[in-house]
């Protein structure tokens, strides 16, 4: 009896031991894009522990930061900084020291914080919530979690409050608010000391897409990143988030600078690490006017590095890594998208999804056709990702005939989509113009050749008309006096498939043609008055048919880039545009994320920050994932 029962205690126990080893292996080697930095030499750099008190609680020490801070632009590198919105002190006479980002009346010391920010953000700088007040409580405590900047937020010892996902919400929402109050938009989470509970994680994840911490339970942060594309559940459903590790951790003194650098030499991961700017406050000095009284500027005293020759911790940092043939990114380099949003699509009998600005807010807004109706869904595509989404409204109650084919283009350059139908069969071409909460009743603009296809809004010298493709010839179809102008130019590659983009900085769009039959690239600018230019072949482009083509510019550089997505594995790929028909895949790839049957690929600029975002809508389950895009149109620099 006892042997059986240790048998099947061994059995339990190996079972368990065998389920936990493949858990871990999955998280840590299995799946696609698994090491996106491996042996690229990327480099990243965070500013850790950043706010307004403790080590910048005056205004030498704002001085000194902003010295600091503008060191780190002058170098032309991407940064980071992890933002504590609230610090709080006790100090030795027994009173409360606090200050906040989110303070009514910011006084100036508060009021210069949030300025140093605001250039950093507009310079190069990324900013993250590195909690609420990186601290707990308002009376003492022997392992001084009292102080911010020292203490625990989350999971602190003996206080059962700090492990609840409700009390991580809370706080999360509480460090959101204090950015949008100063209009800062933070990238990324980073809990304090990487403290918190599973479940709190969950949560956060959930309220942003990316964990600037390592995933304590993949082996993978030892090296790279960790991505999941599941469902985060707390709140509103959103899919998938991305951990970024820190595993070349920080810096403390002189040796620490050589310890890292040296595993520089040998790492072939992604080079990560954080650094407190006060480490660098010995290495300045005052910046003096000719009366010998302290410069000041903006209501803060000026600094600057000493000129006797010793190289601060920072410099050695940065020139070191630049030495060993790094490249210091931002984490929108790494990460080229970042998760976000999910819109349910009603599901009674949806037809079509456009994308498009029909409300004339500068973001994209989700447009369902149905069977005799036309819906629209409002966006609200900023973070918090956990946000609820607005309800679809009735905008038209028409039917469309199957033959009809429905797209959003603003025709009468009001700034808002209008809802525009054209029929294969008939060539009927019907517009239903936008207006403040409705499409209004369809008109008939005239007659177009039957059979187009291709057809796409286009923007052409004197507005937004239309192109499309008749057998071998591209026509433009423009809105002239209420008529129809159409003109008829150039003959296609044999068997071509037509997407439009401004794939050369002149205001205007062009054709990127795709050959089915030799799968050859090619563009056509165009010259105006109707015409193009004639086809100029790209070559370095490969797309094989399970990745589908979709044109956007997710880096907000006015040029439109090439994003491959293959649903079936969730990665998307971004070719950038260099001009001169050259394209260049970035080097990470994003994802995995929304991959799946039944899965299609769109991109619009849903934030309305100016830069291409990516979605994927899941035919099966009606629902739209968003993931945006925050990228800059920047070099990074190193090798």
């Given at each position: 009896m006892k042997k059986r029962l240790w048998k099947r205690l061994g059995l339990i126990v190996s079972t368990a031991i065998i389920g936990a080893v493949v858990y871990i292996l999955q998280l840590t080697y299995i799946g696609e894009n698994t090491f996106p930095n491996l042996n690229k030499h990327h480099a990243i750099i965070r500013l850790e522990d950043v706010g307004p008190g403790g080590d910048y609680a005056s205004q030498e020490d704002l001085g000194k930061l902003r010295a600091v801070v503008r060191y780190i632009e002058s170098e032309r590198i991407p940064f980071h900084i992890t933002v504590i919105p609230r610090m709080k002190k006790l100090e030795s006479d027994g009173t409360w020291q606090e200050r906040g980002i989110d303070d009514p009346s910011p006084d100036p010391l508060v009021t210069a914080f949030i300025n140093i920010l605001k250039e950093a953000a507009q310079k190069g700088g990324v900013l993250g919530m590195h909690g609420y007040t990186h601290q707990y409580g308002d009376t003492v405590r022997e392992d001084e979690s009292h102080h911010s900047g020292i203490g625990n937020e989350f999971h602190v010892k003996g206080v059962p409050e700090t492990k609840k996902t409700s009390y991580a919400a809370e706080r999360i929402s509480l460090s959101l608010a204090a950015f949008e109050k100063n209009g800062l938009q933070p990238a990324f989470w980073e809990s304090p000391h990487y403290r918190n509970t599973r479940e709190q994680e969950k949560v956060f994840r959930s309220y942003i897409g990316i964990l600037y911490q390592p995933d304590m339970y993949s082996l993978r942060s030892l090296k790279d990143m960790n991505v999941y594309d599941t469902i985060n559940t707390y709140g509103q459903n959103s899919l998938g988030s991305i951990y970024v590790p820190a595993p070349f951790k920080y810096v403390t003194d002189s040796k620490s600078v050589n310890q890292i650098l040296s595993k520089a030499e040998k790492e072939d991961g992604l080079a990560s690490l954080y650094y407190h700017p006060f480490l660098e406050f010995p290495f300045l000095e005052p910046v003096l006017e000719p009366d010998g009284k302290m410069q000041v500027k903006d209501g803060l005293p000026v600094y600057k590095y000493k000129e006797d020759g010793t190289k601060s911790y920072l410099h050695q940092l940065v020139h070191g890594f630049l030495e060993e043939g790094y490249r210091w990114m931002s984490i929108h380099d790494i990460v080229p998208f970042t998760p976000a949003h999910r819109i349910k699509v009603p599901t009674s009998v949806t037809q079509q999804l456009l994308i498009g600005d029909v409300f004339g807010k500068g973001h994209e807004d989700v447009v369902v056709r149905e069977e005799h109706r036309i819906l629209v869904i409002p966006g609200t595509y900023k973070w918090p990702r956990n946000r609820p989404q607005n309800e679809a409204e009735i905008w038209l109650k028409e039917s469309f005939v199957d033959e009809e084919q429905l797209l959003l283009a603003d025709l009468n350059q009001d700034g808002k989509a209008d809802l525009v139908a054209y029929n294969k069969n008939s060539g009927d071409l019907r517009v239903s113009w936008a207006n403040t909460s409705h499409f209004m009743e369809p008109v008939l603009l005239g007659k177009l050749p039957v059979n187009l296809s291709s057809l796409n809004p286009f923007q052409y010298e004197g507005g937004t008309g239309l192109l499309a493709q008749n057998k071998e010839r591209i026509q433009v179809i423009r809105i002239v006096n209420n008529q129809l102008s159409i003109n008829v130019d150039t003959y296609l590659p044999e068997e071509s498939t037509l997407y439009i983009g401004r794939f050369q900085d002149k205001g205007f769009d062009g054709i990127l043609c795709?050959?089915?039959?030799?799968?050859?690239?090619?563009?056509?600018?165009?010259?105006?008055?109707?015409?193009?230019?004639?086809?100029?072949?790209?070559?370095?482009?490969?797309?094989?048919?399970?990745?589908?083509?979709?044109?956007?510019?997710?880096?907000?550089?006015?040029?439109?880039?090439?994003?491959?997505?293959?649903?079936?594995?969730?990665?998307?790929?971004?070719?950038?545009?260099?001009?001169?028909?050259?394209?260049?895949?970035?080097?990470?790839?994003?994802?995995?994320?929304?991959?799946?049957?039944?899965?299609?690929?769109?991109?619009?600029?849903?934030?309305?920050?100016?830069?291409?975002?990516?979605?994927?809508?899941?035919?099966?389950?009606?629902?739209?994932d968003i993931a945006l895009s925050f990228r800059e149109d920047r070099p990074s620099r190193g090798k």
């Open positions: 795709v050959s089915a039959k030799n799968r050859s690239f090619s563009i056509l600018h165009y010259k105006g008055d109707g015409k193009f230019t004639n086809p100029h072949l790209i070559k370095g482009i490969d797309v094989t048919p399970k990745e589908q083509l979709l044109v956007g510019d997710p880096n907000g550089d006015g040029k439109s880039d090439l994003i491959l997505y293959t649903p079936k594995t969730g990665v998307w790929q971004v070719y950038e545009n260099e001009g001169n028909q050259q394209f260049k895949l970035i080097e990470n790839d994003f994802g995995p994320w929304a991959g799946g049957k039944g899965r299609v690929g769109v991109v619009a600029d849903f934030d309305g920050n100016g830069k291409t975002d990516i979605g994927s809508y899941d035919e099966t389950r009606y629902v739209l």
